[in-house]
């Protein structure tokens, strides 16, 4: 069947290959039904539709791809493991190097920057068949989830392009929603993947640290910054999870990749035991309409015969702990460029520089064992449940021009992070964690559930995410044409 689909004229044809899921299209290169240069021409006819639309993939790399594509279709190699894309094209992040191609990191410090090698995340994909077409937008150095910057501009949300997509992988979670790009990649410090796939409408997961080799970067033993998948579907995230995946002699937190297959997770799903779960992680305000959603998602999860229960770990000192550590963080990190370029940095990472700098030995000391603590109960939380859900973030979608929340539901926060609390609470576990869509406000705008397992047990969060994908079926509405505000 879906070889008959590409036998119509072009356009149809084109448009097609781009509603392909990752693993169908793969599929078609394995088996020669099409190509790497025709998945790329596809691809490129689908930005050229609707960037001016949405600003998601503001720089392209086609030549380069198209040079790759030929170079792997020229060669005849055997016994490729399970994983292997085949020539698919993906799109990376623009916090992320790629040899030869314009990275900005979203900053103007930045903007003539062309590295002169790939990101060992970047070179693992392209290792393992992925072809780069292009880089995704991402709000300067990855500060905030509001996808913006002074080199590119906004990006906007697909379901209504007069909201934000969230960030800071915002341009590749509105790639995939669009159809620009059947995976992206994206990294998460305080939610960055999955607050975009929450705003989008996709799947973004947030790996244990380790899982993804990485770097090489300045702060090589940094825990709380990872990188991870992003694609429309679980299926599709779980074979790019396995083509990332595995140890670099170069990052030393990267461990082996494990005995068994991503893919085989959600291909014989184990139903869990039993789930806990929690509006608020005792430690948010939620709005509204993300309660609603969030109340029938439960609901849901009861209906599929799963045990659940109102529960969650003790992250009482969760804000307190990561702004301390998040700020540690900038300071080691951007330093340097506040006092070489601070009249090109944003307000809002001049800020958290400052307040990395003023910290104390014994406030950072004192973090970092409150951190050692909540990961222990949250350890211990684990030997009872085997997931937790919760919203992935706790307001929709909100205007595109406000930069970030400063209240929700009567209560303020004194910081442009405050309102990604639930995302960065559990950053601090280590606990791998996606976004999957669970539902939409009354005006059609995304709300993503966050998933989390316990430690390094990503095949629980994905098989228990390939349950309830299925029983909902929300991935078969993308993609989308972008809809006005």
């Known amino acids: ?92 992040k623009d916090l992320d190097d790629v040899e030869g ?25 392209e290792r393992n068949g992925a072809i780069v077409i292009g880089k995704s937008n991402t709000p300067e150095f990855g500060a905030g989830a509001n996808t913006f910057n002074e080199v590119f501009g906004v990006t906007r949300n697909p379901w209504n392009t007069a909201m934000t997509c969230g960030g800071s992988s915002g341009g590749s979670a509105v790639a995939l929603a669009t159809g620009e790009a059947w995976l992206a990649t ?36 940094d825990t709380l910054a990872v990188h991870g998948p992003m694609a429309r579907n679980i299926p599709d995230l779980a074979l790019m999870l396995d083509a990332m995946v595995g140890a670099h002699p170069g990052d030393p937190l990267s461990f082996h990749r494990p005995g068994s297959s991503y893919i085989d997770a959600i291909e014989h799903p184990i139903k869990p035991r039993k789930i806990a779960f929690s509006l608020d992680l005792n430690i948010a305000p939620v709005d509204p309409e993300v309660r609603e959603v969030f109340n ?19 992250l009482r000192d969760a804000e307190e702990v990561f702004q301390v550590l998040r700020a540690m963080l900038f300071a080691a990190h951007f ?50 449940y085997d997931l937790l859900i919760c919203p992935t973030v706790i307001a929709p979608p909100f205007d595109v021009n406000i930069r970030y929340l400063t209240e929700v539901d009567g209560v ?51 098989s228990g995410a390939a349950i309830f994908e299925k029983a909902h079926n929300i991935d078969s509405l993308l993609p989308i044409n972008p809809r006005t505000g």
């Not at 930005?47 to 030929?70: F, G, H, S, Y």
């Not at 370029?341 to 958290?352: A, E, S």
């Not at 709300?447 to 047990?457: A, E, F, K, N």
Request: with cysteine.
């Open 1 to 92: 069947m879906l070889g008959k689909r590409l036998s119509k004229e072009k356009g149809e044809e084109m448009d097609d290959l781009i509603k392909l899921t990752a693993r169908e299209a793969v599929k078609l290169l394995k088996n020669g039904e099409v190509s790497p240069l025709d998945l790329i021409d596809a691809a490129v006819e689908r930005i050229e539709e609707v960037e001016k639309d949405v600003n998601a993939v503001p720089t392209l790399c086609v030549e380069r791809a198209r040079e790759q594509a030929r170079t792997l279709m020229s060669r005849k190699e055997d016994d490729l493991p399970p994983y292997y894309l085949y020539g698919l094209p993906i799109v990376v």
């Open 101 to 125: 191609v314009r990275t900005t990191y979203g900053s103007p410090i930045y903007i003539d920057h062309v590295p002169d090698r790939s990101d060992y995340m970047v070179e693992t994909l």
């Open 186 to 221: 994206g990294s998460d410090l305080g939610g960055s993947l999955r607050i975009p796939a929450s705003y989008c409408s996709v799947v973004g997961f947030r790996p244990s640290p380790g899982r993804v080799a990485s770097g090489p970067k300045v702060l090589a033993f």
């Open 296 to 314: 029938k998602t439960v609901a849901s999860w009861k209906g599929l015969g799963i045990d659940m229960e109102e529960s969650c770990p003790d």
């Open 335 to 384: 330093s340097p460029l506040l006092k070489s370029h601070r009249d090109l940095l944003k307000q809002d990472i001049i800020w958290n520089i400052e307040k990395g700098l003023e910290l104390t030995p014994d406030e950072i000391g004192k973090a970092e064992r409150a951190r050692s603590e909540l990961y222990q109960r949250t350890a211990k939380f684990f030997e009872d």
């Open 412 to 462: 303020e926060f004194d910081s442009y992070i405050g309102w990604l609390v639930l995302t960065f609470a559990i950053t601090l576990t280590a606990c791998p964690a996606i976004s999957v869509p669970c539902g939409f406000t009354s005006s059609g705008l995304p709300i993503g559930l966050q998933i989390i397992g316990p430690p390094r047990r990503e095949d629980w969060v994905l």
